[in-house]
């Protein structure tokens, strides 16, 4: 089992930057994908990106493909989020989650989530 939680949100003008972390607790981080998620308000939670257990591949939402960048670090337990080129329609709450494969980006096959962060881009 893996207990997530995310920091790095805030308020950013668009074009702006922000880079969301999430660390995870437990000896078994390095067994999962990790998943960044979205949801903004009134809407279903979406896709971002994923990354696999080893960190060597990787899928993009189309919608921030090229603008955001999923890692991870296993020996320190964390997975981060850089967004670049930010725009109104990326305002959302984040959420780190953990699952069995990167390739999955249904929000149902993730197992392990955090508590969310807020992430607010002005125009």
């Known amino acids: 089992q893996v207990q997530l939680v995310e920091s790095g949100g805030g308020l950013v003008q668009a074009g702006g930057s922000l880079r969301l972390s999430c660390a995870a607790s437990?000896?078994?981080?390095?067994?999962?994908?990790m998943g960044w998620f979205r949801q903004a308000p009134g809407k279903e939670r979406e896709f971002v990106a994923t990354?696999?257990?080893?960190?060597?591949?990787?899928v993009y939402a189309d919608s921030v493909k090229g603008r955001f960048t999923i890692s991870r670090d296993n020996a320190k337990n964390m997975v981060y989020l850089q967004m670049n080129s930010l725009k109104p329609e990326d305002t959302a709450v984040y959420y780190c989650?953990?699952?069995?494969?990167?390739?999955?980006?249904?929000?149902?096959?993730?197992?392990?989530w955090g508590q969310g962060t807020q992430v607010t881009v002005s125009s």
């Open positions: 989650a953990g699952g069995r494969d990167y390739y999955y980006t249904a929000p149902h096959e993730y197992n392990y």
């Open positions: 437990g000896r078994t981080f390095s067994s999962y994908a």
């Open positions: 990354i696999s257990r080893s960190g060597g591949s990787t």
